[in-house]
Every structure is written in structure tokens, then in C-alpha cells.
């Protein structure tokens, strides 16, 4: 569809009545941060967030999700499908890319019926940035702007101080915008102002400078397995797994079983985990695959630029700058370990 | 329902896939204790095509309530006919001490048959063969052994290596005795410590290695046991000049959905639930976390 303009009356008027009929998340503010929750109001709406506490994969792979419910004494499990239709309200371009990347994992090889079944009933309202966050750096990793990005439904730019521009690329997202009342068609002088926000940003959203090419992090790390860096950083390391919970493209998983007071009936749920933590390659026995923090780091920082594109051809990290902010010995820094690998092996 | 919610339904005929997670019944049909850790269970699908897997592979026991755990499968495809499935099963966490609690007739939740095999209708066929098993290890070779005994004449020479922290932790006695008196294999076995009862080979199971006359071109060398066993059994088969492609070698790790999600079976970038749990050497000897 074509780009339309909206005054942000208009488009408040759309979300208040939005909320009435379905099921909205969208970006408040959470005491002096900003996170996504149920939207029950426009007024509440902040797209002009940084960044958000954890990223919008929550509503794909939530903290806690019930897989099956179960019956102990009959031995049977009884499959459960979130299958809720919601739209997912002001997802910044990197996190999109996140949920591009998660859309992958999950349907490759096994297809994840939870996952996938959460995703098909969203649709995703992208909308570009308009205040950088301390540590973003996703104008390094190429998701800064979402105009080159496939699969979001709407993209939202604010184009001046009350004034969007608002374009579909999805049947979803064409029949969403079509909600709205009062757009109009965006003017050469519209586009050339939401050019000129995608230009700010590819420029502005670089807190920190990566200075490599990130398609070249694969080769990089398979020449830097023995690099001195992993002993140094991980040294630090608390293995409190906060990176990996901040994290939009982290989607490793635990399942635990949760018994109802009748202790007959329960739940099998999942839960978010994290290789940072100490037990995580741990088996039965108590042998422990990465029992060292230099591993686990390591570890994590291949799956960012190595083992996920060896699967799917992405680089997992989208330059969110969250475990950056998150981690407490400071030691998180994706662009510090990739450029140090850079000095060391060039 | 509004306009809105109906469209952003699911689109019809994007059929979503059935839940990977979700064990399918089946029944304990025989459980006998084996060693003081370990027992031998007998399951049977409630699908009418029972199980239907290869040696190496495993599956996910659940029992509600507790959990659920990745248990290779012990039995060969060759001698369960009627669809059943044997495991080995220590008692080793919550879920594991609760299967040790079960009896015929109770029932568990299945998933699988998961990951790779041993290759025992390929590169095994008109080989020479060397199983050389350490504890457990035994657990899922022994599906492969009984497979390559029921088609013995599709093999060449057989060699089964076992070695067992103590006489008392032996598995399988009465197969191991059938083992070393057949004629058509040779069967060494020894104890880490022995006790007043054992008459035999004393030492970790390398110290059975030397004895071994292979001709390298011609043989398939399978390794499963305790973590540590492997780098030692491959300094030897060095030793031996068997070449990596022909070693085979079955990986422990924490398969916990067995489908390559989860992350915690992770081998650098390879999922030990998917790629493995059977691994030719020559493809992980240079994966730096596999051995």
C-alpha cells in the first residue's frame, strides 16, 4: 500500500478505539523505563521510547508458557495453543529483526507449534526510532530502519512533532490502517521527511562503532576460539544470565512440570534459561560441558555471530545494546569482544 | 467478534503444525532391578505401529507431575516385533528416582524417536566391528549389538570391549556371559577396582586395547561411555591406525527437547539431540566441546 499521513490525534483516536475490540501491547513507561504491556489507553502509548526493559519476543516465547496441561494419575497431556489475535504496538526495527530471526528458529526442521501459533496472530506495528538508547549500536548491524526489513505489518514514523507517517506492507496491516480515520496520501515532501528519519538514525543509532563488517563475524570467530579475550572478560562474570534474558534473539529453554494444590492435575510449562548460567550444559551425574564461565561466554558470543548463521544464515545480534546496559560487571559489550577479535586477528 | 479481531485470525489452511511437546501414551510393561543404580524397563506405545527407531536413537520419558528425561533406547529394532522398546534407566534426578518407583501396567508419556543412529545397515555391513563400551555406554550400544548378531553374516569379525567401574556394576550379566562364550565374537571385559568375587581383567577399559589385532582398513570401531573415556580410547585407536571416518562415537548430554530448540545439548554449533547423539569422529574432531 501506499504511505499515508496522520496526525497523532487521529492516530490516538484509532488506538482508543483499537483497545476496545482486541487485544493491544504497546510501549509504556515502567517507573523510569519503558517496557511493552497490555494497552489500555492511547495516552499511555510511548512511541517515543529508547528502549524497552525486555523485547517484544516475550509475547512469542513468554517467560512462562504452558506447553500441555496434564492429568497424573491418567498419564495424559492435553496440547495448549495460545490462539489469541493481538497487535503488537510500536516494536522498534532491530527487535523486528529479532522476531524475523526467531520466526526462523522455529520453523526450521521441528516447527514450533506454540511459537508459530502466537506469531500468526500477531500483527506487528513497527515504528522507528526517535530517541537513541545509551547503548544501541544497531546502525552497525544494519537494523536500524525497518524499510529494508521483510514480514513487519505497519510501519509508523514520526515525520514531525504531531505528525506520522504510517505505510502497510501486509493484508494484516492494510486492513489494520484502514482503521484509521483521516489519514491522507503522503506528499513527495512526506516521504523525503521520512527518508530524512531513516537517515538520522542509520547515522545516530551507533553508541558504540563496531568497525568490521558483521556478515564477517562467522569467519572472525572461527579464527578466535583461543583468543585471550573470552578468559579476560569472563573473569568477571558473575554467570547471572542477564545478558541472555535482555536478550531479543536468546531463545534457549527449560521445561518444568507444575503440579496443581489437587496434586493430580498440572502443567507443563517452559521457561526462559540462559547458557550463562552455571548449569545449563550440566547432565545427569552432575558432568558439567561448559563448567567453566570462559566457555559459557564464549559460548554465547559464537551463537551470536557463528553457530545461529551456521542454521540460518542470520547474525544474532541486532545492536539491541540491552546486555550492555544490563550487565553488572560490564564485561557484555558486544562491539568490545568483536572488535578486540578484530585488532588481535587482522 | 469485530471485523478487526476476524482478520487478524490465523489464515485458514495455515494449518498449525502439531505441539512437538507432547508426549504420546504408552505403558511400562516390565521392570526388573539391574544394579544398585540401575534398572531395565520395557515400554510399549498405545499406537498400534508401536516404536519405530534405529540403534543409537533415543527417546523422552515423561511422567506428569515430575518431568521429563531424554533415555536412549537399549533393544533392537531387530527383536521387538510386537512394537516395545527396552531402556537402562539410573537412578540419577527427580524423574528418573520416580521411574524406579513404577510397575507393569503404569503408564509414562513417550516422544520420539529422536536423533541419529549407529549406521549399522551402511558402514557397518561387511566390516569388522569393535564395540568398546564403558559403564552405561553399553546402554544404547547394545541395540546396535544385538543388531548386528541378528544379521551376523552381514558383518565380518565382531568385538565387543566392556569395561565396568566394579563387578557390581556390571549391566547385562547374562548377555555379557552369551557374549563371551559365542564363538563368532570376541569379547573382552575388565573392572576399574575389583572385588573378592572378581577373577577377571583388572584396569580402565584402555588396558584391553593392545590386544586388539585390527586391520584398520577394514574396520568400524564404535566408543560410548563416561565423558572422560573417549580422548583416551582415541589415543589408542591412533595408535591402532584406525582412521577417524571409521569411528563412531554415541555423545552424552542434556537432550531436553530433543528437537533442537532448547538449547542445552549444544556441541559448538552442533545440537547433540539432531546431529548426533551418534557421531562419525571424523565430522566432530575438530568441534573443540565434543570430546
Redesign the interface.
Known amino acids: 500500500m501506499t504511505v499515508r499521513v496522520v496526525p497523532r490525534a487521529a492516530l490516538d483516536a484509532w488506538v482508543n478505539d483499537?483497545v476496545q475490540?482486541?487485544k493491544v501491547y504497546g510501549v509504556q513507561l515502567k517507573e523510569e523505563r519503558f517496557a511493552f504491556g497490555p494497552l489500555v489507553r492511547a495516552a499511555d502509548l510511548r512511541l517515543d521510547y529508547d528502549v524497552t526493559l525486555l523485547p517484544p519476543k516475550k509475547y512469542f516465547l513468554p517467560q512462562r508458557e504452558v506447553?500441555?496441561r496434564?492429568?497424573?494419575f491418567?498419564?495424559?497431556?492435553e496440547?495448549v495453543?495460545a490462539?489469541e489475535?493481538?497487535?503488537l504496538l510500536g516494536v522498534h526495527p532491530y527487535d523486528f529483526e529479532a522476531i524475523r530471526q526467531l520466526d526462523a528458529?522455529?520453523s526450521r526442521?521441528?516447527?514450533?507449534?506454540?511459537y508459530?501459533?502466537r506469531r500468526?496472530?500477531?500483527?506487528i506495528v513497527v515504528s522507528d526510532v526517535e530517541t537513541p538508547s545509551q547503548d544501541v549500536f544497531a546502525a552497525c548491524m544494519g537494523t536500524a530502519t525497518a524499510d529494508c526489513m521483510d514480514g513487519w505489518d505497519v510501519l509508523l514514523t514520526r515525520i514531525a512533532d504531531a505528525t506520522y507517517a504510517v505505510e502497510a506492507r501486509t493484508?494484516?496491516g492494510t486492513?489494520?490502517v484502514g482503521?484509521i480515520q483521516g489519514t491522507k496520501g503522503a506528499g513527495e515532501a512526506d516521504l523525503e521527511q521520512r527518508r530524512a528519519v531513516w537517515d538520522r538514525n542509520r547515522d545516530v543509532l551507533k553508541k558504540h562503532q563496531l568497525r568490521m563488517n558483521p556478515e564477517d563475524l562467522p569467519d572472525l570467530l572461527a579464527r578466535s576460539?583461543d583468543h585471550p579475550v573470552w578468559e579476560e572478560k569472563a573473569a568477571l562474570c558473575y554467570s547471572c544470565g542477564s545478558c541472555n534474558l535482555v536478550c531479543p534473539t536468546c531463545?534457549?529453554?527449560?521445561?518444568?512440570?507444575e503440579?496443581h494444590w489437587d496434586?493430580q492435575t498440572?502443567e507443563?510449562t517452559?521457561h526462559w534459561?540462559g547458557?550463562m548460567l552455571e548449569k545449563?550444559?550440566?547432565?545427569?551425574?552432575g558432568?558439567n560441558?561448559?563448567g567453566g564461565k570462559a566457555?559459557r561466554y564464549r559460548?554465547r558470543y559464537?551463537r551470536k555471530g557463528?553457530?545461529i548463521h551456521?542454521?540460518t544464515g542470520d547474525i544474532a545480534c541486532v545492536g539491541c545494546g540491552r546486555c550492555i546496559s544490563a550487565c553488572t560487571a560490564k564485561i557484555a559489550n558486544p562491539v568490545e569482544v568483536f572488535n578486540r577479535l578484530m585488532e588481535a586477528t587482522s | 467478534m469485530?471485523?478487526?479481531?476476524v482478520?487478524?485470525?490465523?489464515?485458514a489452511g495455515?494449518d498449525?503444525?502439531?505441539?512437538?511437546?507432547?508426549?504420546e501414551?504408552a505403558t511400562l510393561v516390565d521392570v526388573r532391578p539391574m544394579t544398585k543404580q540401575e534398572k531395565f524397563f520395557r515400554f510399549q506405545m498405545a499406537r498400534a505401529e508401536g516404536m519405530k527407531y534405529m540403534p543409537g536413537q533415543f527417546a523422552e520419558i515423561?511422567?506428569?507431575?515430575?518431568?521429563?528425561?531424554p533415555i536412549s533406547i537399549s533393544s533392537s529394532p531387530t527383536r521387538n516385533g510386537d512394537g516395545s522398546f527396552e531402556m537402562v534407566i539410573?537412578s540419577?534426578?527427580a524423574v528418573?528416582a520416580a521411574l524406579h518407583r513404577l510397575s507393569p501396567g503404569?503408564?509414562?508419556?513417550v516422544r520420539g524417536p529422536f536423533g541419529t543412529h549407529f549406521p549399522v545397515e551402511d558402514e557397518f555391513r561387511g566390516k569388522d566391528l569393535v564395540f568398546i563400551c564403558g559403564g552405561i555406554g553399553l546402554v544404547p550400544v547394545r541395540s546396535a549389538i544385538h543388531y548386528v548378531l541378528d544379521q551376523r553374516d552381514d558383518y565380518r569379525k565382531i568385538t565387543v570391549l566392556f569395561g565396568a567401574r566394579s563387578p557390581e556394576e556390571r549391566l547385562f550379566i547374562g548377555e555379557l556371559y552369551d557374549l563371551k562364550t559365542r564363538k563368532d565374537v570376541f569379547f573382552q571385559e575388565t573392572v576399574d577396582v575389583a572385588d573378592p568375587t572378581w577373577g577377571g581383567n583388572v584396569g580402565v577399559i584402555t588396558t584391553l586395547m593392545p590386544q586388539l589385532r585390527l586391520e584398520a582398513d577394514r574396520t568400524v570401531v564404535i566408543i560410548c561411555g563416561?565423558?572422560i573415556m573417549y580422548k583416551f580410547v582415541l589415543l589408542e585407536l591412533r595408535k591402532l591406525q584406525v582412521a577417524n571416518r571409521n569411528i563412531y562415537v554415541s555423545l552424552?548430554?542434556?537432550m531436553?527437547?530433543g528437537?533442537?530448540?532448547?538449547?542445552?545439548c549444544?556441541?559448538?554449533?552442533l545440537y547433540a539431540c539432531?546431529d548426533g547423539p551418534v557421531f562419525r569422529y571424523a565430522d566432530i574432531s575438530s568441534v573443540?566441546?565434543a570430546i
Open positions: 483499537l475490540r482486541q506447553l500441555s496434564f492429568d497424573r491418567k498419564v495424559e497431556f496440547p495453543l490462539d489475535p493481538f497487535v528458529i522455529f526442521n521441528h516447527p514450533d507449534a506454540h508459530l501459533t500468526r496472530n500477531a500483527t493484508e494484516k486492513a489494520l482503521q576460539y531463545y534457549c529453554f527449560d521445561v518444568a512440570d503440579l496434586l498440572g507443563r517452559r534459561d547458557c545449563f550444559a550440566e547432565v545427569a551425574g558432568h560441558f561448559r566457555a559460548h559464537y557463528k553457530w551456521d542454521l | 469485530s471485523e478487526a479481531t482478520q487478524n485470525r490465523a489464515p495455515a498449525a503444525p502439531r505441539s512437538i511437546y507432547l508426549p501414551p515423561s511422567l506428569p507431575g515430575i518431568g521429563e528425561c539410573r540419577a534426578g528418573t503404569d503408564r509414562v508419556g563416561p565423558p552424552e548430554r542434556h531436553k527437547c528437537v533442537g530448540k532448547c538449547g542445552h549444544q556441541i559448538n554449533g539432531q573443540r566441546e
